[in-house]
T-cell receptor, first 113, second 113 residues
Framework: GEDVEQSLFLSVREGDSSVINCTYT??????LYWYKQEPGAGLQLLTY?????DMKQDQRLTVLLNKKDKHLSLRIADTQTGDSAIYFC?????????????FGRGTQLTVWP | DVKVTQSSRYLVKRTGEKVFLECVQD?????MFWYRQDPGLGLRLIYF???????EKGDIPEGYSVSREKKERFSLILESASTNQTSMYLC????????????FGPGTRLTVT
């Protein structure tokens, strides 16, 4: 299957920007996603980007996609303590009509006041 | 808003019991998925279904079966629960248009004693 890699931990101070990085292996991926999981809850879709885009911005969130390096990042501006959670990167299997996603292991973001 | 519900948030079962986990979605989605989530291992796909009565094995189907008799409902069955099936179980659904994004339920934390 596909391989999606993320660093496991990130700590930032409240008010700073956070950048969570992800690499993937399937060069034919069509969509890439960012999900957020708060303790004891399911995954919440934050945003996704189509592979023909380089950047997508949604309020405090900026997604950057470098398709050549197969690198995806999520930047959270003005990080708040409520942003503390696990963030998952995922890619959609290229060429598949079934919509299967491959997830990274998640990055635990801790925001210090 | 898309809503995916799971029958229980917490479940405690004994070894050898037959366990049913139910998932219902209200968005007329074709695809439904069952994952388990364990610390350090991320999300692992157990089974998925792309249509009523259709199912496909994911990466870790052993010890599990599924049933999809109606489009909105996808059941995960543990035929004979074992302690190594203690985990968080997450259900998701997705349509076949737009970004094929998956929407998750709140999860069921299953403990097998």
């Amino acid at each position: 299957g596909e391989d999606v890699e993320q660093s496991l931990f990130l700590s930032v101070r409240e008010g700073d920007s956070s950048v969570i990085n992800c690499t993937y292996t399937d060069s034919s991926s069509t969509y890439l996603y960012w999900y957020k999981q708060e303790p004891g809850a399911g995954l919440q879709l934050l945003t996704y980007i189509f592979s023909n885009m380089d950047m997508k911005q949604d309020q405090r969130l900026t997604v950057l996609l470098n398709k050549k390096d197969k690198h995806l990042s999520l930047r959270i501006a003005d990080t708040q303590t409520g942003d503390s959670a696990i963030y998952f990167c995922a890619e959609r299997e290229g060429g598949s009509t079934l919509g299967r996603l491959y997830f990274g292991r998640g990055t635990q973001l801790t925001v210090w006041p | 808003d898309v809503k995916v519900t799971q029958s229980s948030r917490y479940l405690v079962k004994r070894t050898g019991e037959k366990v049913f986990l139910e998932c219902v979605q209200d968005m007329d989605h074709e695809n439904m998925f069952w994952y388990r989530q364990d610390p350090g291992l991320g999300l692992r796909l157990i089974y998925f279904s792309y249509d009523v009565k259709m199912k496909e094995k994911g990466d870790i189907p052993e010890g599990y079966s599924v049933s999809r008799e109606k489009k909105e409902r996808f059941s995960l069955i543990l035929e004979s629960a074992s302690t190594n099936q203690t985990s968080m179980y997450l259900c998701a659904s997705s349509g076949r248009g737009r970004g094929y994004e998956q929407y998750f339920g709140p999860g069921t934390r299953l403990t097998v004693t």
